[in-house]
């Protein structure tokens, strides 16, 4: 299973992007979606989570209300919908798909860059 992400860049402050992971692997489905993020020199942290079927979703406190995780399994792809974005934003944001403990998959990670 590959997971390949787009979308980042650099952006100003309050403002929005999407970020996408499609994945080469069968069973989409399957997997337990997820985005996480890395700033320079802090540890990776949980961003959100989506189960298989989309009806379960969860959040890190410090995104609550202002992204959106999602998912199309029939293109294999999931999203992040970022708005109202913060300088603290500013990471390398990557896409892991889970199966249990059996399977667990990370993308090559995007830039995101929130400017002041």
């Known amino acids: 299973v590959q997971l390949v992400e787009s979308g980042g860049g650099l952006v100003q402050a309050g403002g929005s992007l999407r970020l996408s992971c499609a994945s080469s692997?069968?069973?989409?489905?399957?997997?337990?979606m997820g985005w996480f993020r890395q700033a320079p020199g802090k540890e990776r942290e949980f961003v959100a989570t989506?189960?298989?079927?989309?009806?379960?979703?969860n959040y890190a406190d410090s995104v609550k209300g202002r992204f959106t995780i999602s998912r199309n399994n029939a293109k294999s792809t999931v999203y992040l919908q970022m708005r109202s974005l913060k300088p603290e934003d500013t990471a390398v944001y990557y896409c892991?798909?889970?199966?249990?403990?059996?399977?667990?998959?990370w993308g090559q990670g995007t830039q995101v860059t929130v400017s002041s």
């Open positions: 892991r798909g889970t199966i249990g403990d059996s399977y667990d998959y």
């Open positions: 692997g069968r069973a989409f489905s399957s997997y337990v």
């Open positions: 989506i189960s298989g079927s989309g009806a379960t979703l």
